[in-house]
């Protein structure tokens, strides 16, 4: 019998992003897609919500019949002293200038 965690993890070609609160609970998330800003990368992020029959709620090809709307999460990927990236909390400007991008993004492919 597979855990969460493992299911979670079988996401192959996709990257998990594991987000820890002050709390220690772990949140997955996987990446949804790479917004430029200028000279940095910031990551759209949508939460990973394994159910037990193994649904991966909030994922676009889900076709489990749910449709509730899932918060993303926007984090700047920045790279450590050790050369991996990680994923930091970005200011409100860049948030702002993220969330302005991915808007034109999407208005860009709807009207392809």
Known sequence: MSNEKDDI???EDEPVVVMTDEE???YYYREDMIVPVGE???AILVPIDVDEEGCECG?????CG???ETDVFI???DV???GEEIYVDPTDEEFEAVRKAYEEMV???EEE
Request: proline letters at 0%.
């Open 9 to 11: 993890m079988e996401f």
């Open 24 to 26: 220690g609970n772990e």
């Open 40 to 42: 940095k990368r910031f």
């Open 59 to 63: 994922d676009d090809r889900c076709d």
């Open 66 to 68: 749910c449709e509730d």
């Open 75 to 77: 984090a700047r990927i």
């Open 80 to 82: 450590d002293e050790n």
């Open 107 to 109: 208005f860009e492919d």
